[in-house]
């Protein structure tokens, strides 16, 4: 994370090179093999030693950087490179998804996002394999597609509510694997993140909803009844991060019961994700002299 | 427009009211009866006596009326209202389409907005109808629905480099008001721009992207070539405009050599769009006190 933001003596003698804080945040929150769900707090804030008025100081330092490898992601394609990148978003409801769309992914240009919210699946969609209508969002080239909510849904609500068979499930992870493994292949780079609430964090989110004339439309009835399973989803999400962060297509778990810091920590790895892709803007394919006097004769 | 922004004694002295000063920037701006594009001074800026900074103040000034009214549309979505926007942006090349998408979409939430940009026709575009392309991209209920060029290049770039012949777009105009009539009695509102910008002022912005190496991706010797044709270019969008610019789904044409106009103007008239839908917060569904004990006790 950016050092100069957070304010202390602590953060400002770090290395001033937001790349090697990148690095170190995403260590921070990695799913790694030995991962455990239950061993995160949701309101801590890895990385970042600051409090909220500085972690909002930070990701509005962080949003010209951001905008400008979308722009030069975006460039690239046109120039013919078939790379785009897919930001994944799960959590339970009112862990913060839309407003990481709202407040990170909006901090770029409209024209180069591609955002879908999985629902409950159509009839139609439900005649397909559980992942037909993931593949069909999937990011064209030089783009930043948003998944919020997606194909985890059908080992989540699916094994906790037992929607299918445990047999299925169980396949299911590894079709996940080889999905995604095909996806990377195929030169889009998956940042698969979950926020992670506290269910007590969830209980305020949803009175909320109850309190304001102005959050009345998100609130649905049905979200208490899941709370009742709030323990068989953290293990259905245990399963499926130990089962499908793998090294080209990893999990991060974000504590999110802060929302400036999950919406911070996303900015930096979705940062760090283009960093990577190490993008320049393309050359010109046209003779730049001969075109600036032919346009000179316009 | 807001008079508070550009601070001159005149234009404060007017009522202070949005609404109002958006119906006298829709007057200004409309494309009436006797609609003359040759007329229309690209360098002028109707209905804002300030200059770029106190319009770029205005710009940002308006952003959360804008975003809240957006929220408001998707809100009634999801209660069941079938409306939706749709803007239509179309333009010679350079005149600030995409400046448009970034700098005023851009405000809103990236959830509530639907983007499509029209490049030259896919060999399976051109096998439909003209319209087929465009009727696949209109925004679902409760989305701003952006088209960035639309089913109008089928009677500018078409007529202009005879790429259909004289009778097939004759016939075109009458498809397209019926067209629109039908979307607009869908409960889609649509609000068509043509960004108005003067020849020279292309040559200077063209010329910017022959010096900058973070441009050259943008620049297309075609442009060039394009612009032996502006005289030919401005007559088909005389005769575009005048023959659909109806009631319910007008034009208005937006002077667009000074950038921070053009996008101020476009926000406002998105705004004012928004205001005639009436949007109100979705009644709640379910009994709030019974949904507060409920919670209470999970």
Do not use: C
């Amino acid at each position: 994370m950016a050092p100069k933001a957070s304010g202390t003596a602590k953060a400002s003698s770090r290395k001033a090179d937001s790349t090697a804080d990148n690095a170190e945040l995403r260590r921070l929150l990695l799913a790694g093999p030995d991962f455990a769900l239950d061993a995160v707090d949701p309101h801590s804030t890895p990385g970042f030693d600051g409090g909220k008025k500085a972690g909002t100081a930070a990701l509005a330092a962080g949003a010209d950087a951001l905008s400008l490898l979308q722009e030069k992601l975006f460039a690239e394609s046109r120039a013919g490179s078939g790379i785009a990148v897919l930001l994944l978003l799960q959590g339970m409801d009112t862990s913060g998804k839309g407003g990481i769309v709202r407040h990170v992914v909006g901090l770029v240009d409209p024209q180069g996002v591609q955002h879908s919210a999985f629902k409950a699946p159509t009839e139609e969609e439900r005649s397909h394999d559980f992942l037909w209508r993931v593949r069909r969002q999937l990011p064209e080239a030089g783009m930043i597609g948003v998944f919020d909510r997606s194909h985890y849904e059908d080992v989540l609500v699916h094994r906790v509510r037992s929607l299918s068979p445990a047999d299925e499930i169980e396949k299911r992870y590894g079709a996940i694997r080889a999905f995604e493994n095909e996806v990377a292949a195929s030169g889009t780079r998956m940042l698969k993140v979950m926020l992670h609430i506290s269910k007590d964090e969830q209980k305020a989110r949803l009175s909320e909803r109850l309190e304001r004339k102005d959050k009345f439309w998100k609130y649905n009835p049905g979200d208490v009844d899941e709370r009742g399973y709030w323990q068989q989803y953290q293990e259905a999400y245990q399963t499926a991060i130990e089962r499908t962060s793998t090294p080209d297509t990893p999990w991060y778990v974000v504590p999110a019961d802060r929302k400036w810091y999950a919406r911070l920590a996303v900015q930096h790895l979705l940062t760090a994700t283009l960093e990577d892709m190490q993008l320049s803007w393309p050359p010109a394919t046209f003779d730049v002299e001969a075109e600036k006097k032919r346009l000179a004769a316009s």
